[in-house]
């Protein structure tokens, strides 16, 4: 079992950047897929981006496809996910977790096991 503290959230103009990162405790990080989640408020938590254990294969909702890019360092037990050209409708609560591989499923909350406590990205218009 892994522990994920998320960081790097905060405030941002809107068309700006921001690298969240997600760190796990633990000598099995690398036995996971991890997926970076977020919710708005009102809203249900949704994948916005995916990585299989090795860092081979990710996976996008449409929302992130071309803006944001999800990587992982195992010898470091961090996952990162790049925003790049923010929107205000991308303000939300991000969350990190992990899941047992051998699933294609990436957007099925269920899966994960484990999560973070949260990083808040504000996007100001």
């Known amino acids: 079992q892994v522990q994920l503290v998320e960081s790097g959230g905060g405030l941002v103009q809107a068309g700006g950047s921001l690298p969240l990162s997600c760190a796990a405790s633990g000598r099995s990080f690398s036995r996971y897929d991890m997926g970076w989640f977020r919710q708005a408020p009102g809203k249900e938590r949704a994948l916005v981006a995916a990585i299989n254990w090795s860092g081979g294969s990710t996976y996008y909702a449409d929302s992130a496809k071309g803006r944001f890019t999800i990587s992982r360092d195992n010898a470091k037990n961090t996952v990162y996910l790049q925003m790049n050209n923010l929107k205000p409708e991308d303000t939300a609560v991000y969350y990190c977790?992990?899941?047992?591989?051998?699933?294609?499923?990436?957007?099925?909350?269920?899966?994960?096991?484990?999560w973070g406590q949260g990083t808040q990205v504000t996007v100001s218009s």
């Open positions: 977790a992990a899941r047992i591989p051998g699933y294609s499923d990436y957007e099925n909350l269920a899966r994960y096991t484990t």
